[in-house]
């Protein structure tokens, strides 16, 4: 499996946030000191017996500021959970420059900034670099940030399509033309299914979005898509649309359409469920999230570490493969004691269950499960704050 590069465009900066104010969620659970949990790639991580490791200090004890920058697929995600932290910290400031994964990791690294945000995890180089950047401690890699990529169509008639990797490979390389092609048939027994042509719909600019995309067909079917994993879209003849509401637009208004997008963004279209073992399974966020814990971590990095390699070939029940993933760095030793304490306390919000359901009502990611949430505060946790 590849190492994968994730990017999509951030929601408007003024998007409304649903979600209503409380106290940060990580304050508030509690671990319990007799469970055992299960990291990604079948680890076994035991509970503290600390009843108190991973809250949060009281909201009064902390003060001050906290920047980071980075990919901008986390950015609506990020002004979500500033909002919402700011608002039980009135004495903090956190701010965060989308300025784009490189960006983000090169800051992080030189130490211009507290904490990033990465549409792929660190390299090997990157990491030996992490080690003098976190000051004697370790380097702390968490996916925090997970969304699905919807495969949305517009064809009439027909509202439940279900496909598997090697026909979805097939329509995109325009070897399947006409929605009642026996291969469709075939995944959609029950359906009546149209002799009308199919319009492939994909991302005229390079795309994060189709770099996962083509991730997954070309893990889940290589002996069809043998174009790789790319930003840029390989087959001409498609139809192209600028950006993901370019994409999303296309497909609305195209009869016969099938394309790819962020599935947050793609209103009332309908969604195919992509075949995974003998299933089909739809891109709602649970299915989403569970790909975190289905995928390997990569071998040979520290012990709060959590990358992973998205196993876009998994056969696990109920696991949608066909996302993006946006990771948040940052070390457990700082210089700065304050510093230390603020980045520990706004991870804690961030993968708390309330920071995941902000981030879901406002960026439409999908929350990570308690098992990633247990062994992302293991991370958190080792954050030295004195």
């Known amino acids: 499996m590849n190492r994968s590069t994730f990017r999509i465009a951030a929601a408007p900066a003024a998007l409304l946030l649903t979600f209503s104010l409380a106290a940060c969620g990580a304050a508030n659970e509690e671990t319990d000191s007799n469970s055992d949990t299960t990291a990604a790639g079948g680890e076994s991580t035991a509970g503290s017996g600390d009843d ?175 174009h790789g994993a790319v930003d840029d879209w390989p087959v001409p003849g498609g139809t192209g649309g600028q950006g993901t509401s370019g994409v999303v637009d296309a497909i609305g208004r195209t009869a016969g359409a099938i394309g790819y997008a962020d599935a947050s963004q793609i209103g009332e279209l309908k969604t195919v469920s992509v075949k995974v073992g003998e299933e089909f399974v739809g891109p709602d966020p649970e299915a989403a999230a569970k790909i975190i814990d289905a995928s390997p971590r990569v071998e040979g990095r520290g012990e709060y570490d959590f990358a992973v390699d998205i196993d876009r070939e998994t056969q696990e029940a109920g696991v949608y493969p066909v996302v993006l993933a946006a990771y948040t760095m940052a070390c457990t030793k700082y210089e700065d004691a304050n510093d230390a304490a603020l980045v520990k306390a706004f991870l804690s919000y961030m993968v708390s269950e309330e920071g995941q359901t902000v981030a879901q009502q406002n960026a439409g990611s999908a929350p990570i499960s308690q098992t990633f949430r247990d062994n992302a505060m293991k991370a958190i946790d080792a954050i030295e704050t004195e």
């Open 52 to 226: 108190t490791a991973g809250a949060e200090a009281p909201a009064e004890e902390l003060s001050g500021s906290i920047a980071g920058a980075g990919a901008s697929s986390q950015g609506a995600a990020m002004e979500a959970w500033k909002a919402s932290f700011e608002s039980t910290h009135g004495d903090v400031t956190v701010s965060y420059d989308p300025v784009g994964s490189s960006g983000g990791r090169e800051q992080f690294l030189s130490g211009a900034t507290v904490f990033g945000g990465s549409d792929a995890y660190l390299s090997d180089e990157e990491v030996a670099l992490a080690a003098d950047r976190c000051e004697g401690g370790e380097l702390i890699e968490l996916p925090a940030y997970v969304s699905p990529i919807a495969i949305a169509y517009n064809v009439e008639g027909v509202d439940q399509l279900n496909l598997s990797p090697e026909t979805l490979a097939k329509i995109f390389t325009q070897e399947i033309k006409t929605w009642d092609d026996p291969a469709i048939a075939a995944d959609n027994p029950d359906a009546t299914l149209p002799s009308d042509a199919i319009a492939p719909v994909n991302r005229s600019d390079g795309s994060g979005t189709t770099k996962n995309f083509t991730d997954y067909l070309s893990a889940a079917a290589p002996d069809v898509w043998t």
